[in-house]
């Protein structure tokens, strides 16, 4: 293939390129597409081919990456997680949810400081890379900590100022000035949403509000729905209705809306779902851990539903790996249906990438490689025992790859994170340098020290 034929544009305008990505296998997560021996070339943040390599190189590139056979994939989506909440892992353990909250969680966040957060916050993007996740979507406090933070790292963040009941409905309306602040900082890779937490925090005639507040801001919401079964059950005692109709009885399902968990929601609340284009964020390891039970993914997928994976927090998962919350996803719809076909490698990739970017709105810029689309890509060593014989490579990561296999994140063309192969040492660039992650880990150990009620992290 002769490089000119590439793009009508020829050769690109004949500008230098930020990147050219080379020596690939490209697992595009279009139509099950797998692209040997392939090339990327990434211009202003904007995958311009990803393609087989071509046999003429006319090219201009500031940087030419090599990554011998490499595999590589759309970089991941989180769609539900609570960042700053790594403060918390290891300290709230072997609970049901509503004690973890109550008596665990809720006074060891009373104790939180802005630079607790901010701190937090940045750990949990750097792991977050480390995973070859390039999108977040988070709902937390301190949104202004959390701000700070991210603006020195390469993530796609979508953020928010949690609301749940509040003299004169304060939480709403910080939660209404984060977005209008974040709207005005026009960082490409920063976005402000909507996110009551649950029904059983958020009275109905707030909920209405929220509802309210969201169509005036065009503004996404993300909201936890039916994680346990007292929870959903005592929403039904107390209203007559499922905790999903009584969300959808307030208007907040005329705005696009993220549902996080949906363990315990009925027939009816699916067809509320599937009317109002509802998209579930599960979360399988912290709904296991938790004891909260199995979201039935299974039958949201033949309805219709876009179901997408989120991780949790850290103090409940106690990872933000995508990786392995879609093999456990799979795993768990294979056992529960006892039917092996369901949840087929395809899927199981959506699940974690293209479905998170049309929950988020965003699928049309990130979730496959593409041309057009933002260059948000995971790259994983083939060197090592588990990508033996390699019969099937999109199989080989979705049942036996670790994070740890992760060479490089690119976030939105951006190196955002790397690591030499057969090494631990990583390197994570922020917006303007190295970012110390031996730093930032001695910080989050310290604030949880203090925390924790001098319990070691």
Same mark, same amino acid.
């Given at each position: 293939?002769?490089?000119?034929?590439?793009?009508?544009?020829?050769?690109?305008?004949?500008?230098?390129?930020?990147?050219?990505?080379?020596?690939?296998?490209?697992?595009?997560?279009?139509?099950?597409?797998?692209?040997?021996?392939?090339?990327?070339?990434?211009?202003?943040?904007?995958?311009?081919?990803?393609?087989?390599?071509?046999?003429?190189?006319?090219?201009?590139?500031?940087?030419?990456?090599?990554?011998?056979?490499?595999?590589?994939?759309?970089?991941?989506?989180?769609?539900?997680?609570?960042?700053?909440?790594?403060?918390?892992?290891?300290?709230?353990?072997?609970?049901?949810?509503?004690?973890?909250?109550?008596?665990?969680?809720?006074?060891?966040?009373?104790?939180?400081?802005?630079?607790?957060?901010?701190?937090?916050?940045?750990?949990?993007?750097?792991?977050?890379?480390?995973?070859?996740?390039?999108?977040?979507?988070?709902?937390?406090?301190?949104?202004?900590?959390?701000?700070?933070?991210?603006?020195?790292?390469?993530?796609?963040?979508?953020?928010?100022?949690?609301?749940?009941?509040?003299?004169?409905?304060?939480?709403?309306?910080?939660?209404?000035?984060?977005?209008?602040?974040?709207?005005?900082?026009?960082?490409?890779?920063?976005?402000?949403?909507?996110?009551?937490?649950?029904?059983?925090?958020?009275?109905?005639?707030?909920?209405?509000?929220?509802?309210?507040?969201?169509?005036?801001?065009?503004?996404?919401?993300?909201?936890?729905?039916?994680?346990?079964?007292?929870?959903?059950?005592?929403?039904?005692?107390?209203?007559?209705?499922?905790?999903?109709?009584?969300?959808?009885?307030?208007?907040?399902?005329?705005?696009?809306?993220?549902?996080?968990?949906?363990?315990?929601?009925?027939?009816?609340?699916?067809?509320?779902?599937?009317?109002?284009?509802?998209?579930?964020?599960?979360?399988?390891?912290? !709904? +296991? $851990?938790?004891?909260? &039970? =199995?979201?039935? #993914?299974?039958?949201?997928?033949? *309805?219709?539903?876009?179901?997408?994976?989120?991780?949790?927090?850290?103090?409940?998962?106690?990872?933000?790996?995508?990786?392995?919350?879609?093999?456990?996803?799979?795993?768990?719809?294979?056992?529960?249906?006892?039917?092996?076909?369901?949840?087929?490698?395809?899927?199981?990739?959506?699940?974690?990438?293209?479905?998170?970017?049309?929950?988020?709105?965003?699928?049309?810029?990130?979730?496959?490689?593409?041309?057009?689309?933002?260059?948000?890509?995971?790259?994983?060593?083939?060197? !090592? +025992? $588990?990508?033996?014989? &390699? =019969?099937?490579? #999109?199989?080989?990561?979705?049942? *036996?790859?670790?994070?740890?296999?992760?060479?490089?994140?690119?976030?939105?063309?951006?190196?955002?994170?790397?690591?030499?192969?057969?090494?631990?040492?990583?390197?994570?660039?922020?917006?303007?340098?190295?970012?110390?992650?031996?730093?930032?880990?001695?910080?989050?150990?310290?604030?949880?020290?203090?925390?924790?009620?001098?319990?070691?992290?």
């Amino acid at each position: 293939m002769d490089i000119k034929e590439l793009n009508e544009e020829h050769l690109y305008n004949q500008d230098y390129l930020d990147a050219i990505l080379t020596d690939l296998t490209i697992i595009t997560g279009v139509n099950g597409k797998v692209i040997e021996k392939g090339e990327i070339h990434i211009k202003d943040g904007v995958i311009k081919y990803a393609g087989e390599k071509p046999k003429k190189e006319e090219l201009k590139t500031k940087a030419r990456y090599y990554y011998g056979g490499a595999l590589c994939l759309p970089a991941y989506v989180n769609t539900h997680t609570h960042l700053p909440m790594n403060l918390f892992r290891g300290c709230a353990e072997d609970m049901v949810l509503g004690d973890w909250l109550t008596k665990r969680i809720f006074p060891l966040e009373d104790k939180l400081s802005g630079d607790a957060v901010y701190w937090a916050t940045k750990l949990a993007a750097i792991e977050s890379l480390s995973c070859g996740v390039a999108t977040v979507n988070d709902m937390y406090f301190f949104t202004e900590d959390m701000l700070r933070a991210l603006k020195e790292l390469n993530l796609r963040s979508f953020i928010s100022k949690t609301i749940v009941n509040s003299p004169n409905d304060i939480k709403l309306k910080e939660a209404v000035e984060a977005v209008e602040e974040i709207r005005s900082l026009k960082d490409p890779l920063i976005y402000g949403t909507i996110c009551p937490h649950a029904q059983y925090t958020v009275s109905e005639s707030l909920m209405e509000n929220i509802a309210a507040a969201a169509k005036d801001l065009n503004a996404l919401v993300h909201i936890h729905v039916s994680e346990t079964e007292a929870e959903h059950e005592e929403c039904k005692r107390q209203n007559g209705v499922t905790p999903m109709e009584l969300i959808n009885r307030s208007g907040i399902l005329d705005s696009k809306t993220i549902a996080a968990h949906c363990v315990f929601v009925e027939k009816d609340d699916i067809e509320i779902m599937k009317e109002h284009g509802v998209s579930v964020a599960s979360c399988p390891v912290s !709904n +296991l $851990k938790l004891g909260s &039970g =199995i979201a039935p #993914l299974n039958e949201f997928r033949k *309805a219709g539903l876009n179901v997408a994976i989120g991780t949790d927090g850290a103090a409940s998962n106690n990872a933000l790996s995508v990786l392995s919350e879609m093999r456990l996803a799979a795993l768990l719809q294979k056992g529960t249906t006892h039917d092996a076909s369901v949840f087929d490698k395809e899927y199981a990739l959506a699940t974690g990438t293209i479905n998170g970017a049309k929950a988020l709105g965003i699928d049309n810029i990130t979730g496959t490689i593409e041309a057009g689309k933002q260059a948000d890509l995971v790259i994983y060593s083939q060197f !090592n +025992l $588990k990508a033996s014989p &390699g =019969i099937d490579k #999109l199989y080989d990561v979705l049942y *036996a790859y670790e994070d740890s296999y992760v060479l490089a994140t690119y976030v939105a063309g951006t190196l955002a994170y790397e690591r030499r192969d057969g090494s631990n040492i990583c390197r994570i660039n922020g917006r303007d340098g190295e970012i110390d992650v031996h730093e930032v880990m001695a910080k989050v150990r310290e604030y949880t020290k203090d925390i924790c009620m001098g319990q070691e992290p």
